[in-house]
């Protein structure tokens, strides 16, 4: 299981991350990406981390 973090300072607001996740778990909440969709389904893919300009996505396997 993933853990996926967004630094709400560091987002940009791009939307880059919600276009790219396979699984569809992120998406916009005021205007700064959040974590939207069931955690467990993040498959670990790491997209999300590779199109963010901002480097404000991590993610932690548990
Ligand atoms: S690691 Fe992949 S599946 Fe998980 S949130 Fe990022 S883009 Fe989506
Ligand atoms: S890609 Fe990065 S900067 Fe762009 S919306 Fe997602 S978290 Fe924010």
């Known amino acids: 299981m993933f ?4 630094d709400e300072d560091q987002c940009s ?6 276009e ?3 699984a569809h778990l992120l998406s916009f909440v005021e205007d700064k990406a959040q974590v ?12 999300c981390i590779t199109v963010c300009p901002s480097g404000a996505i ?5």
């Open 3 to 6: 853990i996926v973090t967004i």
């Open 20 to 22: 790219s996740c396979p």
């Open 13 to 18: 607001g791009c939307s880059e991350c919600t």
């Open 36 to 47: 939207t969709g069931d955690e467990s389904e993040c498959l670990g893919c790491e997209s």
């Open 58 to 62: 991590s993610i932690a396997e548990m």
